[in-house]
């Protein structure tokens, strides 16, 4: 993954091998690590860790705008990329700094991010892919053992 600025409002997102879906998640992941936590001892109540969220849920592949994340457990997150007709993804920078964000910083995290997960030993993705398999489809079945297979072979 790499990115460069397109003008003073948008930088494009340039997903090279890594899949988008992963670029996407791991960006909402950390624009949800990167939010402020709620200020009131009341609020903090309904925050949670990064690793009790699916992000996956706030990816869409299939419209235009295909990372929208607003506020999450009172967190406010502001972080939106949009497919252009032509195929690139656009992060909206603008918005994310408006709301103190940096999105050098971010998108830094993100490329980061995801280089140290492509250095993790197959065994370790292997197990990383069965709990995400378990957490989306509850108990692995049959089907699910032989993708974890194929993926581990391959």
């Known amino acids: 993954m790499d990115y460069k600025q397109i003008n003073e409002h948008e930088i494009e997102i340039i997903p090279e091998e890594t899949p988008v879906d992963k670029i996407l998640e791991t960006m909402a992941r950390v624009s949800y690590e990167s939010a402020k936590p709620p200020l009131s001892d009341f609020l903090e109540l309904l925050d949670k860790e990064s690793k009790e969220i699916d992000f996956s849920e706030f990816v869409r592949l299939n419209g235009s705008e295909v990372l929208n994340i ?51 030993p197959a065994f370790v993705k292997l197990e990383k892919s069965k709990k995400a398999r378990q957490k989306r489809h509850g108990i692995l079945g049959f089907l699910d053992i032989l993708l974890e297979l194929i993926d581990f072979f391959t």
Do not use: H, M, W
């Open 70 to 120: 607003d506020y999450v457990n009172q967190r406010q997150c502001k972080t939106k990329v949009r497919r252009t007709d032509d195929g690139k993804y656009v992060f909206n920078a603008r918005l994310y700094e408006i709301n103190g964000g940096k999105p050098e910083i971010l998108l830094n995290k993100v490329k980061s991010t995801l280089d140290e997960a492509e250095k993790l």
